[in-house]
């Protein structure tokens, strides 16, 4: 069997200062090609879980390795580091505010690639276009962009590094439907005719649906669901997962999240706001159960929850 | 149009607490807004949708005043708020109208909160400005427990970048909102929340609005979340409005080719295993619009005069308004 390009094994991460892990024992295999979604409730550790895949954050437990190695074991001019990148949930926050848009990509083609300074500059060009900048747009820095068109920087600039593995955080939150889609197909031809990996965190369940074929559901650092995206949206099984489907705008069903008055710390991470919570879900955190196809983290046995019925997720707008 | 049209038009129109009209803006050398035509009834909600880039957040800032920060100016055009021109208005008149009339909630959170102050702190020197000292912690954790804040307690001592993204997002709401404002700005508030969350805001929002009276307009690229909370909505293309109208009108019976174009890129709109609908070409940027509509270079319907005029905002009978030359012929296609 092919080895994945990485792999995450009880991965847990604790920020000082912080009363509770911000991620706690998540288990992941990236594989050339793959695309996998992560979705969960703000907060509940998506970015950091991103960002320790890219071995952006210390580890507190467990580990993760990239080509075979534990990040810690990887120099800084390692080839590899390259290979894995990261497009960063905030836009204006991760580019430098002195270089234009041009010159941030420009700067990592030269780097990385050692090409001469006309070639960078051209590829750069390149680049940018495929994300749908051109023109005056690509001198303006930072403050002078809007909120897209960073966006879209970052993507450029993750994609001039020729990754294997694009870690893409909300990459498409700031774009319109148009432009999204274009981002979206690129990411797509990029996967097919490279077997790039993508690892996509959003919050957008109809991007998860179009990008990806497998999805990570997180809850307060907990991976609480695992399966195939196409099951996980259909038939949601944690209660958690359920809450999430159900609030996409115009879900035919109203989301259920309650306030049970337990002790948040004991537990399950969900029971302070499980619908379907019962005195045992206080004792333990129960653990990811199931097949390789689907698992999820709830003490209810699959089968005696109240499953919903599957709708379709194309309810979003009842227009023509 | 008949009478009692018209009579519905004027008073619709005597109850809007923001009215823009043909506001154009400019930066150095070029105009980066142009033809914005846009307005608020009392307690409404309208959406601001559009192409990135096509200047809903500079449209954002000239409603609070913030067009001189970024070396940009009104060249043309007025906005009336509340029966004053905010137009003439001066430095002065800004910082008693900031946050206690208008507020806005900036696009980016971390670039909105500052990040050597505590969020508590941020919190504090807006609340003791307009609430007795003695109750400045209690409304302090009162507003983080309304925008949802998970242990709003210890929030307060958080720093921005100890936060995740949503919850950055939800303090900045919570500072936007300490003044009770008329009119709330919300520039993208719930691009970094999962959908339970942003649910809650909205309806938050929502209720918010209706408890005071608050209008809102509510920029946002998710057509889901324009559906749910919006009453109108102003679709916007490379520096101006080009469509307006009631939120199910607009979305239900695009008359512009570009609103039409950019619902069919919603990945909800594809056809199962195919890929995302876009739209061939860019839009031009500021100091790149040609004469005539700016649409035409990537329009499917474009004919020959459309590069000559430039298509004013029109409402035809049945319809909404809209700047394209053939929306009568479009609509009934
Ligand atoms: N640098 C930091 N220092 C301290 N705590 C942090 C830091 N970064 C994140 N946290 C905390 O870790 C938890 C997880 O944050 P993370 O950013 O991974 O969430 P997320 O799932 O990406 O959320 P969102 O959807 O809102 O972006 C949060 O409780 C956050 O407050
Ligand atoms: N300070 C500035 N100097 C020069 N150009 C600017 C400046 N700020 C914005 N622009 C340009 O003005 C146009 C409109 O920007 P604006 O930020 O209003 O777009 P937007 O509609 O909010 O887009 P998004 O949805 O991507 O946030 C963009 O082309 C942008 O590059
Ligand atoms: S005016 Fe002409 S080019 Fe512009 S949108 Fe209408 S048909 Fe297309
Ligand atoms: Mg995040
Ligand atoms: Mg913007």
Sequence with gaps: MTEPLLSARGASVSYSGSPEPALRGADLDVFAGAAIGIVGESGSGKTTLGRALVGAVPLTSGEIRVGGRPWSAVRRGNPVRRSVQMIFQDPYASLNPMLTAHETVAEVCRTWDGLSRSAASHRAVELLQEVGLSGHTISRRPKQLSGGQCQRVGIARALACNPGVLVADEPTSALDASVQAQVLNLLLDLRESRGLALVLISHDLSVIEYLTTEALVMYRGCVVERGSTDMLLKQPRHPYTRALVDSIPGSQRSPQLVRNAVDPAAGCVFAA???????????????????????????????????????????????? | MTAPLLADLRRARSSALLEVRDLSVRIGHHDVLSGVDLSVGAGRCLGLVGETGSGKTLTCRALIGLLPRIGAEVMRGSITFDGRDLVSFRQRDWNRLRGREIAFVPQSSLTGLDPVMTVGRQLAETIRLLDPESEVRTRAVELLDM???????????????????????????????????????????????????????????????????????????????????????????????????????????????????????????????????????????????????????????????????????????????????????????
């Design chain 2, 147 to 333: 925008v949802e804040m998970p242990n709003p307690q210890q929030t307060l001592t958080r720093y921005p970048h100890q936060l995740s993204g949503g919850m950055r997002q939800r303090a900045m709401i919570a500072l936007a909102i300490v003044g009770r404002p008329k009119l709330l700005l919300a520039d993208e508030p719930t691009t970094a929340l999962d959908v339970t969350v942003q649910r809650a805001i909205l309806e938050l929002l929502s209720s918010l609005r209706q408890a005071t009276h608050m209008s809102m307009i509510i920029v946002t690229h998710d057509l889901g979340v324009v559906e749910t909370v919006t009453d109108d909505i102003a679709i916007m293309y490379a520096g101006s409005t080009i469509e307006t109208g009631a939120t199910n009108d607009v979305l239900s019976r695009p008359q512009h080719p570009y609103t039409r174009a950019l619902l069919d890129a919603r990945p909800s709109a594809r056809a199962g295993g195919a890929r995302l609908t876009t739209i061939p070409g860019q839009p031009p940027g500021p100091g790149e619009w040609a004469d005539g509509c700016r649409y035409a270079p990537r329009c499917p319907f474009v004919q020959d005069r459309c590069h000559e005029h430039v298509p004013q905002l029109t409402a035809i009978p049945d319809g909404h308004p809209a700047a394209c030359l053939r929306q009568e012929e479009l609509v009934h296609d």
């Design chain 1, 273 to 320: 706001r499980c619908p379907d919570m019962m005195p045992d879900c206080l004792a333990n955190q129960p653990p990811l159960t199931g097949t390789a196809g689907g698992a999820h983290a709830c003490l209810h046995p699959l089968g005696e929850l109240k499953l919903p019925t599957p709708i379709p997720l194309r309810t979003v707008v009842s227009s023509a």
